[in-house]
C-alpha cells in the first residue's frame, strides 16, 4: 500500500486512498483483458471481453475527473488484491488446455475482476455522498452500473453456454 494506514485519519483519507487503489485496479485490469481476449475462444465472450476493455478505458477517464474534482492529483497506490485475482486467473488460464473449459475459467475470472470492482465501487460512492461530494458520488455510481452490467452478461453467456459447452 502506497499510502501507509498511519497516514489515513480520516475519511476522505481513505476515500482517496479508495481512488488510488481503484485508479491502480482499472489499470491492471487494462493490461490483462488483451491477453483474455486472445485467449478466449467463444466470439460472444471475446466481444464481451473487447467491449469492457473499451469500457474500463472510459473509467480510468472518469476516475480521472473524480480525482480532478476532488482536488487530487490522479495517481495509483498498488492494489494487492486486484494483483491477486489477475495472478489467478493468468494460472489457471495457463493450466487449462481444452479451449471450452478454458472459457469457462476465463469467464469466472473475470467475474472475479467485476465483483470486486463492484465492491470497490458501491462504498466509494457511499463514502463520497458521505462526505457531501454528490458530484463524485454521481460518476463513481455510474461506473459502478457498466461493473454490474457487465457481470450480468458474463453470467448470461455462461449459463446460456460456456459453462454447457464446458460441462
Ligand atoms: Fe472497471
Ligand atoms: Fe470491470
Not at 13 to 42: C, N, R, W
Not at 77 to 100: L, N, Y
Not at 127 to 146: N, S, Y
Request: proline fraction near 2%; glycine fraction near 6%.
Amino acid at each position: 500500500m502506497g499510502l501507509l494506514s498511519k497516514d489515513i485519519k480520516t475519511l476522505d483519507d481513505l476515500f482517496v486512498h479508495g481512488l488510488q487503489d481503484i485508479y491502480y485496479a482499472e489499470q491492471q485490469i487494462t493490461k490483462a483483458l488483451p491477453q483474455m481476449i486472445s485467449k478466449a475462444s467463444d466470439p460472444q465472450l471475446k466481444q464481451a471481453f473487447e467491449s469492457h476493455l473499451g469500457e474500463t478505458k472510459q473509467q480510468i477517464q472518469m476516475l480521472e475527473q473524480v480525482f480532478r474534482m476532488h482536488g487530487q492529483e490522479a495517481k495509483g497506490v498498488t492494489c494487492p488484491a486486484i494483483d491477486g485475482i489477475i495472478d489467478e486467473a493468468q494460472d489457471i488460464a495457463g493450466e487449462v488446455e481444452d479451449s471450452q473449459v478454458l472459457d469457462a475459467a476465463l469467464l469466472s475470472a473475470a467475474q472475479a475482476v467485476e465483483h470486486y470492482e463492484i465492491t470497490r465501487y458501491g462504498t466509494l460512492t457511499a463514502w463520497a455522498k458521505q462526505l457531501g461530494r454528490q458530484d463524485c458520488a454521481q460518476i463513481l455510481h455510474q461506473i459502478m452500473e457498466q461493473e454490474k452490467a457487465t457481470d450480468e452478461k458474463l453470467n448470461r453467456i455462461a449459463e446460456s453456454k460456456v459453462n454447457v459447452r464446458a460441462a
